[in-house]
């Protein structure tokens, strides 16, 4: 016997959505990973032992039904995180900014499918190094973007499935060559004003946002649609018939910064609303003009502090900021712009 390895494994993903719940898609791009690789489990099964079978143990087990609860890691870049935002919140923008000049590049709006409670659905095929095995029905719930100082930016995207697998034989898919971004791509505004519309291609914070790179030193924001897998009823296969989003999005966003004056405190104290804006940016697109660089901007239109706490960090003064995120009538809660050269997302 050997020790069996995931040196080789890989996990890939389809772009375009399945056309319904649980049909396969073509898996056409790969991404690297962290962490475990993807399995199904029992979602429900019982044993006999609360009826009268004349034994004295369990003398039966009945598998109901299955599922799949999956975690995707791995460092950031424009591409995954468009792709994993865009399946945890469901609607997508494209548009070809530089088209005179370099027409590859795009510019994706990402932004909540408030109007259709149905989730979109990939297909994802894993080798784990010992078998290959394709997952349809694969939905995302939640993810999460975190950044600190001296290191570079991470993603977590939480997935849910129907519980199926099937043996996949296909190669593997190409990894989009995107450089992972990190601490020193970062930028972090509080205050401003939006202007422009997705629709127009010109949506910006204007006015004056103070920047707060400096005093950064970490942030964190996590987004969840609250998925929700039915088994539906007349439905014998065992497997998650559909899965939809649950009532609302829920925001977790933390930031911690070096103290400089109250004028975190202040906000807290006055209620004060908000534009926030972390825009994360990396090198630029090579060809065409030459004014788009690799980046995701994430803007959340109204916020306020929920907490501003005081706190050491050895003999320094930091901030320990939570800001509630609210929902503005015209622009909603958050809205993602995305700049690479992928053609689209949930296509």
């Known amino acids: 016997m050997t020790t069996k390895r995931i040196t080789t494994g890989w996990r890939g993903f389809s772009l375009a959505k399945e056309t ?63 792709y994993f935002l865009a399946a945890v919140m469901g609607k ?129 924001w996590t987004l969840n649609n609250q998925a929700v897998p039915v088994y539906e009823m007349g439905d014998n296969s065992g497997h998650v018939s559909r899965a939809e989003r649950g009532d609302r999005f829920t925001h977790d966003l933390t930031a911690q910064f070096e103290m400089q004056d109250d004028t975190h405190k202040t906000g807290l104290i006055n209620g004060t609303q908000y534009v926030l804006n972390i825009p994360l940016v990396g090198g630029v697109i090579s060809g065409g003009s030459g004014a788009f660089n690799f980046s995701i901007d994430l803007i959340f239109p109204k916020v306020v502090y929920r907490q501003a706490k005081k706190a050491r960090d050895g003999q320094e003064v930091i901030v320990n900021a939570e800001f509630q995120v609210l929902e503005d009538a015209t622009y909603g809660s958050v809205i993602v712009k995305v700049i690479n050269e992928q053609t689209g997302y949930l296509i």
């Open 20 to 82: 319904s719940y649980g049909s396969p898609a073509t898996v056409d791009t790969a991404f690297n990973f962290e962490g475990p690789p993807t399995d199904i489990e029992i979602n429900l099964a019982e044993t006999d032992e609360n009826e009268i079978t004349g034994l004295h143990e369990p003398g039966a087990h009945e598998i109901l039904n299955w599922k799949l609860d999956g975690v995707h890691r791995q460092r950031t870049t424009p591409h995954n995180v468009a």
């Open 92 to 220: 997508v923008t494209t548009q070809t900014p530089d088209a005179g000049n370099d027409p590859t590049v795009r510019r994706h709006w990402i932004g909540r499918e408030v109007g259709n409670a149905a989730l979109s659905s990939l297909t994802m095929v894993e080798f784990d190094g010992i078998a290959q095995k394709r997952f349809p029905g694969i939905f995302a719930q939640s993810v999460r973007v975190l950044g600190e100082r001296n290191d570079f930016l991470k993603l977590e995207a939480r997935l849910g499935g129907m519980g199926k697998e099937e043996a996949s034989a296909i190669g593997k898919p190409p990894v989009v060559a995107e450089s992972y971004l990190r601490y020193g791509d970062v930028e972090f505004t509080r205050g401003g004003a939006l202007s422009g519309s997705v629709a127009a291609g010109d949506l910006a914070v204007g006015g004056s946002p103070v920047s707060f790179k400096g005093d950064l030193k970490s942030f964190a």
